[in-house]
Structures are given as structure tokens and as C-alpha cells.
């Protein structure tokens, strides 16, 4: 029997990972699917391809979008960069403000720090599967600009991603001296 380890729940995919079988190959089609939804309109399943084999500086997911659903709130990362390839089907990228199909054998790289923001719709007939690949950095932040909040990682939260820019030093007391100094 696999051994089981939890993890912090992501999407709503709470099941215990299996261990880790690292230097030999992992076989999709021998592994379960993560199914998960939110509403609606969010769904996907994933296989947590390098998980399984052990990787710890580079994640590789294989992902479906089922049809008619959204693979995540629209998103950018100011530290990790993503790289997406259509294995089958076909759906929307969604990037920035423009959108594209995306189909069998494309590729898109988001690279972190750019701004711009990115999801995955499929609003056709099938499902699209997918290999999604990138790090998994602990202090990574991410801004959903349709949402209004950034996910900071480190701090496991998230929080409301202001629209008005702020100087370095508003809100700070400039002009109250520090007080006395400890004898």
C-alpha cells in the first residue's frame, strides 16, 4: 500500500499525496486523478506528475480543463514563471487583454515579474488536457486583477490588492521625533 501525506488544501483537493517514487517512471495512466471545482464555473483535475517522482525545485502537473470550465481565477506571479502545452483539445488563454486559442501541440511561457495576468476558459465541446510546469517558490506572491487580491504565500494569505499607489513614505510619521532613548 502507498503511504499517504497530507497537504495544505489547493482548489479544494484535499486527498493525502501518495510518497514519492523518484528515479523511476511514473505512469499516468496507472495514476489517479485530483479532481476539483469551486461553483459553476471553476473545475479541473490534475496528476501531480513530479510530486509523484519526488521533484522539489520543478513542478510538472498533468492538468485537464473540463468543458465549459475555468482553470483558475485570471492571475499573474511576480516569481514564478508558468509554461503551459496543449497535449489535446483545445481552449481560451486568457492573457493580459487579449485572448487566444490555444490547441494540440501549442505553447505559452508566462514569465514572472511581467504583469500579466493569465487563465484558461474552454468554453468548446471537449475537454483539454495539458502539461503545466513551473517552480513552487515559498515566497511567490500573486495578484488576481479581476478580484482585486494578491495570494502571499509566506504569509498564507490573502489580502485585498489595492487600486491606488501609495509613496514609500505616506502614512509614516516623519515629523514625531523617536522619543527618549533606553538608559
Not at 503551459?84 to 508566462?110: K, N, P, Q, T, W
Not at 500579466?116 to 510546469?133: K, R, Y
Request: aromatic share 8%; net charge negative.
Amino acid at each position: 500500500a502507498k503511504k499517504a501525506r497530507k497537504r495544505k488544501s489547493t482548489a479544494g483537493m484535499d486527498d493525502p499525496l501518495p510518497e514519492a517514487r523518484p528515479n523511476v517512471p511514473i505512469r499516468s495512466s496507472e495514476e489517479e486523478w485530483r479532481g476539483w471545482s469551486r461553483g459553476e464555473r471553476f473545475e479541473g483535475r490534475e496528476i501531480l506528475l513530479s510530486r509523484l517522482a519526488g521533484a522539489t525545485q520543478v513542478h510538472v502537473n498533468l492538468a485537464v480543463l473540463p468543458a465549459g470550465k475555468q482553470s483558475c481565477p485570471f492571475h499573474c506571479h511576480l516569481r514564478e514563471e508558468e509554461h503551459f502545452f496543449v497535449l489535446s483539445g483545445r481552449c481560451i488563454l486568457r492573457a493580459g487583454d487579449e485572448r487566444h486559442e490555444f490547441a494540440e501541440g501549442d505553447y505559452a511561457c508566462f514569465p514572472a515579474g511581467t504583469g500579466v495576468a493569465h487563465c484558461f476558459e474552454n468554453p468548446f465541446a471537449d475537454d483539454c488536457s495539458m502539461l503545466t510546469i513551473g517552480p513552487r517558490d515559498p515566497n511567490e506572491i500573486a495578484v488576481y486583477p479581476d478580484s482585486g487580491k494578491a495570494m502571499i504565500r509566506a504569509m498564507e494569505a490573502v489580502v485585498e490588492w489595492p487600486q491606488a499607489q501609495l509613496g514609500y513614505w505616506d502614512g509614516e510619521n516623519e515629523d514625531e521625533p523617536i522619543g527618549d532613548r533606553p538608559d
